[in-house]
């Protein structure tokens, strides 16, 4: 059975830095690229990161390039985002994704919220 299951601190003011978590079973994690999504109010879901399988490719949204990193441990089958400077903007729902040779799976998501 697939989990991806994200956890991480869920509030902080403008300027802060939270730090999110996915860990991922069920399926052969270091096959898999990984990705971050969120999706704010009213808006639709957007790609904020990817991660290559081993981890030696990133990319970002512009929105949050420099402000945000992706990483990912193989060893613990986990992958990982740093959000700094945060702003209110980026209050969302986060998911993590994973993308295996076969199908994509999705976390539940969890909310990040950013005051201003």
């Known amino acids: 059975q697939v989990q991806l299951v994200e956890s991480g601190e869920a509030w902080c003011s403008l300027g802060g830095s939270l730090r999110l978590s996915c860990a991922a079973s069920?399926?052969?994690?270091?096959?898999?690229?990984m990705s971050w999504w969120r999706q704010a109010p009213g808006k639709e879901r957007e790609l904020v990161a990817a991660i290559s399988n081993g981890g030696d490719q990133t990319s970002y949204a512009d929105s949050v390039k420099g402000r945000f990193t992706i990483s990912r441990d193989n060893a613990k089958n986990t992958v990982y985002l740093l959000m700094d400077s945060l702003k209110p903007d980026d209050t969302a729902v986060y998911y993590c994704?994973?993308?295996?040779?076969?199908?994509?799976?999705w976390g539940q998501g969890t909310q990040v919220t950013v005051s201003s």
């Open positions: 994704k994973a993308t295996t040779p076969f199908r994509a799976y």
């Open positions: 069920g399926f052969t994690f270091s096959r898999s690229s």
